[in-house]
């Protein structure tokens, strides 16, 4: 009797020294009581997936568990901004997270109207202009408020030096024409808004747009790519160049298609490594793993205790620069090294 309450004491300290163990090996940003967390992202298109993949790469390594310490809610909008606000709204009528990310633009806006007056912490990314979209008043400061993020951008003024510098020597005579075929989604709209006024200040360039209805999305696109086709007619003489429009519509590679096929001018600037390989000139923009971890970085802050109001708006660590020499050699354009050595991993033919 007396050696089964000795081995019954000796299991119950071999429980808790594990427990013990446990406890002491979990990462640091697993720490404390269980996370609620929604994930609501604005459609499935590869710039939305591949950084919520990444963030949830990243969570999982900082010992964040499914069921263990952690609820992860992903919503769906599909593009919509009315369900965006109906799935959300819907889980905060039952609970109340611990933390909202947005993913995409329409994600956030819904995310920040349903948000406000509440003290939830809202964290953003793949937002390229959250100024224009209204989500904050400024990029670079922190907001004080309940909601920071990751800027899904550069400045504009790097992307127009950058392509400057390669076709500024090929028109002289007059200023440069950029067609900017695009929908009113809020990303592109506010591109373009920045663009146009840096073509104000630069008398050397000027961007001609052909605006599309945006409709949900990917639900819709061969109607926007039937307007697509029309916006290229449309255009066809009155631009020397293409630049292609932040927001979802160019980031299908079905858009980057209709370019190859029916534009009659080349596309300069590019959206993402497909418009590279499908032929546009150059391309920058954040890393899809480093964003993505980088909000899980921050996720993690706020998780434990740091207010999202004190953690600057500013855009991710990495970009990666791409440039497709097939396209260069049919201008005429030499790549200068430097650009090629910053490209080295993205460079097409």
């Not at 429980?15 to 609620?36: M, N, R, Y």
């Not at 109607?223 to 631009?239: A, C, F, N, P």
Request: charged share 25%.
């Amino acid at each position: 009797m007396n050696c089964f309450w000795q081995r019954r004491s000796a299991l119950k300290l071999i429980f808790f020294a594990f427990l013990l163990v446990s406890f002491l090996i979990q990462p640091s940003g697993a720490a404390g009581k269980f996370k609620t967390i929604i994930l609501l992202e604005t459609m499935d298109v590869k710039v939305v997936i591949d950084r919520s993949h990444w963030f949830q790469v990243q969570m999982k390594e900082l010992g964040y568990k499914e069921g263990i310490n952690m609820e992860l809610i992903i919503l769906k909008a599909k593009g919509n901004y009315p369900l965006a606000e109906s799935l959300l709204k819907n889980v905060l009528e039952k609970r109340k997270p611990d933390l909202v990310l947005s993913n995409a633009t329409l994600a956030s806006q819904a995310a920040k109207k349903l948000l406000k007056g509440t003290n939830i912490p809202q964290l953003f990314f793949t937002v390229a202009d959250p100024v224009g979209a209204g989500l904050v008043e400024s990029i670079g400061p922190s907001t004080g408020k309940n909601i920071t993020g990751r800027v899904h951008n550069i400045t504009r003024e790097t992307k127009v030096k950058l392509v400057l510098r390669l076709i500024g020597a090929q028109i002289k005579t007059r200023p440069i024409r950029f067609g900017y075929i695009h929908s009113n989604y809020s990303s592109s709209m506010g591109d373009l808004n920045e663009l146009e006024k840096i073509a104000k200040k630069n008398k050397d360039i000027t961007f001609i747009p052909y605006e599309i209805e945006y409709k949900d999305f990917p639900e819709n696109i061969d109607y926007m790519l039937k307007e697509m086709s029309k916006g290229l007619k449309q255009l066809d003489g009155k631009i020397d160049f293409l630049w292609e429009p932040l927001g979802p519509f160019a980031e299908s590679i079905k858009y980057n298609e209709i370019l190859k096929q029916e534009a009659t001018v080349p596309v300069v600037y590019g959206v993402n490594r497909d418009s590279l390989q499908i032929g546009a000139l150059i391309n920058i923009e954040p890393d899809a793993e480093a964003e993505g971890r980088e909000v899980g970085l921050l996720a993690d802050r706020i998780l434990n205790g740091e207010a999202p109001g004190d953690i600057p708006v500013i855009p991710p660590i990495k970009f990666n620069l791409g440039v497709n020499l097939t396209t260069a050699q049919k201008m005429n354009i030499v790549i200068p090294p430097d650009i090629l050595k910053l490209a080295k991993g993205n460079i097409f033919h």
